[in-house]
């Protein structure tokens, strides 16, 4: 089984940047859909950004313009990019590989993000 481990949560001030990277146990080239979402106490998880095999990108309208999604497959390596952080963006961010195959889906054990002053 892929396992998926998610590093560069902090605590960080209003406005400010962090980066979070989630690294593969094996190559990602086979996998079609990464993704970023995030979960805080008493709401339902939400998708914050994906990318496709194809390279392809999407945003949560929340934080469009914010977050950018990019990934390094010979470092089976992908990441979000935050910048522009506001207090609504403290969660538990998780990784995600959804291969849309019988493979199923893979998850990260989250990191967490604090935006506070």
């Known amino acids: 089984q892929v396992q998926l481990v998610e590093s560069g949560g902090g605590l960080v001030q209003p406005g400010g940047s962090l980066r979070l990277s989630c690294a593969a146990s094996e190559s990602i080239f086979s996998f079609y859909i990464m993704g970023w979402y995030r979960q805080t106490p008493g709401k339902q998880r939400e998708l914050v950004a994906t990318i496709s095999s194809g390279g392809r990108t999407n945003y949560a309208d929340s934080i469009k313009g914010r977050f950018t999604i990019s990934r390094d497959n010979a470092k089976n390596t992908f990441f979000l990019q935050m910048n522009s952080l506001k207090p609504e963006d403290t969660a538990i961010y998780y990784c995600?590989?959804?291969?849309?195959?019988?493979?199923?889906?893979?998850w990260g054990q989250g990191t967490q993000v604090t935006v506070s002053s």
């Open positions: 995600n590989i959804n291969t849309y195959s019988r493979e199923g889906t893979y």
